[in-house]
């Protein structure tokens, strides 16, 4: 190299973050088949009239009642001359409405306590620690089941139940990230600025805090769908005839030895989903994890 000539940057220091994430991830492919799969089912979910026979519910196959999967049926009919297929497709609607909805409450009880715990540290903190421990303490199966009893189960009960026992999970990823951000230079500056701690919170601890909070919430929908199906398998989730995974596993119980589809399928829909979101969300943790930048 001739003497002044200007040092040109490795190509892979000119690479943004998001490009390295993405390499991560991509290079998962537990976590790619997850996303793919997830994908499908929530497409399956939003568009199911398009490639369904009829609604979830309609009794159209009464002569047809507990017929084996085949060419016409493909995942069989149920005792009620229901099409099975529709009503796999159309729990696959419940779960995940469910498991976002709760995800997105559980967000918006952990982001906040989580900055404060994290940012003011002292009293605060061991306040909302010992907050946390006590829920961590109960059951969530058993509290939803006493408050399913009280209100009556449905889906709001379930989301609130769900958030209840969700937001603390991604209270303690939010609050790590605030406190490896409370001595940062940009934090000091806005300090020594005289901005005030909600507007530091707000303006730029959150926003740089957007990987775990993403992640919290991916991981949270498989813990709430799994509890609507356990509500569900109860009798104190999703009331008939809105169909429900949980609902048709306790259902395909009393036909297990006979119609083997009544319990398979269902059972296989929720395993499927639940994995694939797990997946999903373990490859975005390893991808957005900031130790593993530039790798």
Same mark, same amino acid.
């Given at each position: 190299?001739?003497?002044?000539?200007?040092?040109?940057?490795?190509?892979?220091?000119?690479?943004?973050p998001a490009y390295f994430a993405w390499r991560r991830f991509s290079a998962n492919k537990a976590a790619v088949t997850g996303g793919v799969v997830?994908?499908?089912?929530?497409?399956?979910?939003?568009?199911?009239?398009?490639?369904?026979?009829?609604?979830?519910?309609?009794?159209?196959?009464?002569?047809?009642?507990?017929?084996?999967?085949?060419?016409?049926?493909?995942?069989?009919?149920?005792?009620?001359?229901?099409?099975?297929?529709?009503?796999?497709?159309?729990?696959?609607?419940?779960?995940?409405?469910?498991?976002?909805?709760?995800?997105?409450?559980?967000?918006?009880?952990?982001?906040?306590?989580?900055?404060?715990?994290?940012?003011?540290?002292?009293?605060?903190?061991?306040?909302?620690?010992?907050?946390?421990?006590?829920?961590?303490?109960?059951?969530?199966?058993?509290?939803?089941?006493?408050?399913?009893?009280?209100?009556?189960?449905?889906?709001?009960?379930?989301?609130?139940?769900?958030?209840?026992?969700?937001?603390?999970?991604?209270?303690?990823?939010?609050?790590?990230?605030?406190?490896?951000?409370?001595?940062?230079?940009?934090?000091?500056?806005?300090?020594?600025? $005289?901005?005030?701690?909600?507007?530091?919170?707000?303006?730029?601890?959150?926003?740089?805090?957007?990987?775990?909070?993403?992640? $919290?919430?991916?991981?949270?929908?498989?813990?709430?769908?799994?509890?609507?199906?356990?509500?569900?398998?109860?009798?104190?989730?999703?009331?008939?005839?809105?169909?429900?995974?949980?609902?048709?596993?306790?259902?395909?119980?009393?036909?297990?030895?006979?119609?083997?589809?009544?319990?398979?399928?269902?059972?296989?829909?929720?395993?499927?989903?639940?994995?694939?979101?797990?997946?999903?969300?373990?490859?975005?943790?390893?991808?957005?994890?900031?130790?593993?930048?530039?790798?």
């Amino acid at each position: 190299m001739e003497t002044g000539a200007l040092a040109v940057p490795p190509a892979h220091t000119q690479h943004s973050p998001a490009y390295f994430a993405w390499r991560r991830f991509s290079a998962n492919k537990a976590a790619v088949t997850g996303g793919v799969v997830l994908a499908i089912i929530m497409l399956a979910a939003i568009f199911a009239p398009l490639f369904t026979k009829s609604a979830p519910d309609a009794q159209l196959y009464l002569t047809q009642s507990l017929a084996f999967p085949s060419a016409e049926f493909w995942f069989g009919v149920d005792d009620l001359g229901r099409d099975f297929f529709t009503r796999i497709v159309y729990g696959a609607r419940v779960s995940l409405l469910i498991g976002f909805a709760a995800a997105t409450c559980s967000l918006l009880i952990g982001i906040p306590i989580g900055a404060i715990a994290g940012y003011f540290g002292g009293r605060v903190d061991w306040f909302i620690m010992r907050i946390i421990e006590i829920f961590s303490v109960v059951p969530p199966l058993l509290a939803a089941m006493l408050l399913g009893a009280l209100a009556g189960g449905g889906f709001f009960t379930i989301i609130v139940v769900a958030s209840l026992f969700g937001w603390f999970g991604v209270c303690l990823l939010v609050r790590a990230q605030v406190k490896s951000f409370r001595e940062k230079e940009f934090v000091r500056a806005a300090q020594a600025l $005289g901005a005030s701690p909600w507007y530091i919170l707000r303006r730029h601890v959150i926003p740089n805090s957007l990987s775990p909070i993403i992640v $919290g919430f991916v991981l949270s929908v498989p813990g709430a769908m799994m509890l609507e199906a356990s509500l569900s398998f109860l009798g104190i989730g999703v009331a008939p005839p809105t169909p429900s995974w949980g609902q048709m596993i306790n259902v395909g119980i009393n036909f297990m030895f006979f119609y083997w589809h009544m319990a398979v399928f269902p059972t296989a829909a929720l395993a499927i989903t639940v994995l694939a979101t797990t997946l999903f969300g373990d490859g975005l943790r390893d991808a957005l994890d900031p130790t593993l930048k530039g790798r």
